[in-house]
C-alpha cells in the first residue's frame, strides 16, 4: 500500500473516531499532497509524499517558534498536535552515528575539501536522508566538516 492510501486509510478511520483534530490535519496533508499532483501533474510517489510531510514539518517546528515566542500557547500546542500526526507518517528518524557516517561517506565520495563543495555533498545527502533526518543539523554538520578539514 502506498503512502498517500495510507493517509486516506487513516483519515476514514479518523472521521469514523470522531478525531477531529487528526482528521483536521490529514485533510491539510491530503489537500497539500493533490496540490503538489497538479502543479507538477503527475501522480506522487512514496518519495514525492515524504517531501510534501518534511515541509509541513517544517513549517509547524517554525509555527511553533513563532507562537511560543508571542506568547500563544493554545495555538503552539495545536501546532504540536498536528507535528506529531504528520511525523508518524516519515520513515523511522537516524540515529546521530548514523548520520554522521552518511555524511563522512558523502563528503569523500563527492571529494569534497572546502565549504565551496558543500552543494555537492548536500544534494548527495539530501537524497538519501530525506525524511529521515533533520536537513538544517545536517547542513550544519557538513558545515562544520568542511571548514574543520
Do not use: C, H, W
Not at 503512502?3 to 487528526?22: P, S, V, W
Not at 561517506?105 to 530525506?130: C, F, Q, R, Y
Not at 536537513?135 to 557538513?142: E, I, N, P
Request: glycine share 8%; hydrophobic share 45%; proline share 1%.
Amino acid at each position: 500500500m502506498s503512502l498517500k492510501q495510507r493517509i486516506n486509510d487513516d483519515l476514514k478511520a479518523a472521521m469514523r473516531a470522531g478525531e477531529t483534530g487528526r482528521r483536521d490535519t490529514l485533510r491539510l496533508l491530503l489537500a497539500a499532497l493533490k496540490q503538489r499532483e497538479v502543479d507538477d501533474r503527475k501522480e506522487l510517489t512514496d518519495a514525492d509524499v515524504v517531501a510534501v510531510i518534511d515541509k509541513m514539518i517544517k513549517q509547524r517546528r517554525e509555527a511553533i517558534a513563532q507562537f511560543e515566542k508571542g506568547g500563544r500557547q493554545d495555538l503552539a500546542e495545536k501546532e504540536q498536535f498536528e507535528l506529531g500526526v504528520l511525523q508518524a507518517y516519515l520513515p523511522q528518524a537516524l540515529s546521530e552515528a548514523e548520520i554522521d557516517a552518511a555524511v563522512a561517506e558523502a563528503i569523500a565520495s563527492a571529494g569534497a575539501k572546502a565549504p565551496s563543495d558543500m552543494g555537492k555533498v548536500m544534494g548527495a545527502l539530501k537524497a538519501k536522508l530525506a525524511g529521515r533526518a533533520d536537513m538544517g543539523k545536517v547542513s550544519a554538520l557538513v558545515k562544520s566538516r568542511l571548514s574543520g578539514s
